[in-house]
Structure formats: structure tokens, C-alpha cells
């Protein structure tokens, strides 16, 4: 196991966090990190839809490939795969 080092105020929060869930400090610290990794990743997929917005011919080609990924939803595949 690895040590990590905290705040005085950091270590009180966590432990008050801990005691109000009734859960050990390691496993509010591993949700932490987990929530803060997946906001960092929807931030980052924001970020990269606004600069996608911003280009004109790469958003009509974005647009264009959603719409070529639509048509194989009716393409009949899932009926077929049910009758198996």
C-alpha cells in the first residue's frame, strides 16, 4: 500500500466524510479519484465538441459520418440475430 500526503484540513475532512458514510477513508478517497477522472474525461470530450463546433467542414463531416452510423440501425442485423 502507498501513502499519499494531505492536509491537516484535507485528513479532518476525509475523516468526517468517512464517518458520516460509514465507510473506511480508503474508499472515499478511490470514489474521489474516480468522480474527479471522470470529470476530467467529460471536460476534456466538452472541450473537444466546441472546437469540433467551430470548424464549419469538420462538423459537416462529423455530421455526415453520424448520419452513414444512423443507417445501420435499420439495417435489419438485430431481427436477424433474434430469429438464431
Known amino acids: 500500500m502507498s501513502q499519499v500526503r494531505v492536509s491537516p484540513d484535507t485528513h479532518e475532512l476525509l ?4 464517518n ?4 473506511p ?3 472515499i478517497i478511490d470514489r474521489a479519484v474516480e468522480e ?3 470529470s476530467s474525461f467529460l471536460r476534456g470530450l466538452n472541450e ?4 469540433l463546433r467551430g470548424d ?10 453520424i448520419s452513414e452510423w444512423e443507417a445501420t440501425v435499420a439495417d435489419g ?3 436477424e440475430d433474434q430469429t438464431r
Open 15 to 18: 475523516r468526517l466524510l468517512a
Open 77 to 79: 442485423l438485430d431481427d
Open 48 to 51: 473537444d465538441f466546441r472546437v
Open 36 to 38: 474527479y477522472r471522470r
Open 56 to 65: 464549419d467542414t469538420a462538423w459537416k463531416s462529423h455530421q455526415e459520418e
Open 20 to 23: 458520516e458514510a460509514g465507510k
Open 25 to 27: 477513508m480508503q474508499e
